[in-house]
Nanobody, 114 residues
Framework: QVNLVESGGGLVQAGGSLRLSCAAS???????MGWYRQAPGKQRELVAS???????NYGDSVKGRFTISRDNAKNTVYLQMNSLKPEDTAVYYC?????????WGQGTQVTVSS
């Protein structure tokens, strides 16, 4: 069992930056870690993922703007979000172990004003 707690969300103007953190209650060393988001009326979508070997993958809409990283010693995953756009507004969820059957955090709201 891995409990995940996200933090760092909030309200920011377009063009601004936020850094999300996801703290795990247990070792994440061997997990694929990911950030997903869900906007009102839309399906949950992958934002970024990072493997145990630090291979990363990004959704097309965030490539070049967002960066995912992990600190296994702190059992924490980060999402640096730059050049934020109003369409980035969503609840952001941390995931350990993949979209199918993995562990999920409770989510943190990110709101980008125009």
């Amino acid at each position: 069992q891995v409990n995940l707690v996200e933090s760092g969300g909030g309200l920011v103007q377009a063009g601004g930056s936020l850094r999300l953190s996801c703290a795990a209650s247990a070792s994440i060393r061997f997990y694929v870690m990911g950030w997903y988001r869900q906007a009102p009326g839309k399906q949950r979508e992958l934002v970024a993922s990072i493997t145990s070997s630090i291979s990363t993958n990004y959704g097309d809409s965030v490539k070049g703007r967002f960066t995912i990283s992990r600190d296994n010693a702190k059992n924490t995953v980060y999402l640096q979000m730059n050049s934020l756009k109003p369409e980035d507004t969503a609840v952001y969820y941390c995931n350990a172990g993949g979209n199918a059957g993995g562990y999920w955090g409770q989510g943190t709201q990110v709101t980008v004003s125009s």
